[in-house]
């Protein structure tokens, strides 16, 4: 039995708090987190916009990421266009401050929200997209066991060049097989 579903090395998964939203506005300062986060044009988003953000859905799960020592915000997490008849999800993280990214939370981030998809939530398929040019977060979805399926050609327009999408996923079982100790 796992003693603690929200709980990882060094991260923890949270409800938003009201506090969040200055740190997040800081977040839309920086042009390499817009830009790793979404494909859609690097846009700031005000208060209101934030404060919507994580509201419960029937087809998504929300987690803010903090940090187990300090309680400090470094990100979020969400699996969402969950479709429970066929027991698959999408997968979206952000580590928001560049000072917190490189640490080890996102991997950590990564563990939690795959144990709770796949023991808490019983799916059976994590996917994902991500842009060719965030080899970090590449490297963070292999060692989480997410295998490239394919990519979306010239699908992201930055800096006057083409860049494809990588689409990755991960099923339960080769989950488990990565990590025996959670079975």
Do not use: C
């Not at 796992?2 to 740190?23: A, C, M, Q, T, V």
């Not at 991997?107 to 997209?129: H, S």
């Amino acid at each position: 039995m796992i003693s603690n579903l929200f709980h990882g090395e060094r991260i923890k998964l949270s409800i938003p708090r009201e506090d969040d939203i200055e740190i997040m506005l800081k977040w839309g300062e920086d042009t390499d987190y817009l830009r790793n986060v979404d494909t859609d044009m690097a846009m700031p988003r005000n208060s209101e916009q934030l404060m919507n953000e994580g509201s419960p859905e029937a087809n998504e799960v929300y987690f803010r990421l903090r940090t187990i020592d300090e309680d400090r915000l470094v990100g979020f997490v969400t699996i969402y266009g969950i479709e429970w008849n066929n027991r698959t999800g999408v997968l979206a993280i952000g580590i928001g401050d560049a000072a917190d990214r490189s640490k080890g939370y996102g991997t950590d981030a990564l563990r939690l929200i795959l144990r709770y998809a796949f023991y808490e939530m019983n799916l059976d398929r994590v996917g994902l997209e991500v842009i060719e040019y965030n080899a970090g977060g590449i490297k963070a979805y292999e060692r989480a066991g997410f295998q490239v399926e394919g990519r979306k050609r010239s699908m992201v327009y930055r800096d006057g060049r083409r860049f494809d999408i990588i689409v990755m996923g991960i099923l339960r079982p080769e989950w488990e097989a990565l990590n025996p100790w959670n079975s």
